[in-house]
């Protein structure tokens, strides 16, 4: 089980990264154009929970011991669920 949690969490972890990447350039291209593009605010959301997932996420494959690898497998996957819950869902 933990080597599967690993991966959900790993992949979710990187598609949150990828989502701030692209929320970056959105904001970047919308203050280029005239708008306000998604906000500052949005987009320091994102960047914190991805360094926050990252950072679990990098502990848990780094981790040999099992209880180690599930808690920051699930505390990245409560981190990214809690940033799309706040920017996306709400």
């Known amino acids: 089980m933990g080597r599967a949690l690993r991966g959900l969490s ?37 960047a914190l929970g991805s360094a926050v997932a990252l950072f679990a996420q990098l502990r848990s494959d780094r981790s040999h011991r099992r209880g180690a690898v599930v808690g920051y497998s699930l505390g990245a996957l409560g981190v990214v669920l809690a940033v799309l819950v706040q920017w996306w869902w709400s």
């Open 10 to 46: 790993g992949g979710l972890t990187a598609g949150l990264l990828v989502l701030t990447v692209v929320l970056c350039g959105v904001q970047l291209w919308g203050l280029g154009r005239g708008n306000i593009g998604p906000g500052w605010s949005t987009l320091a959301g994102h």
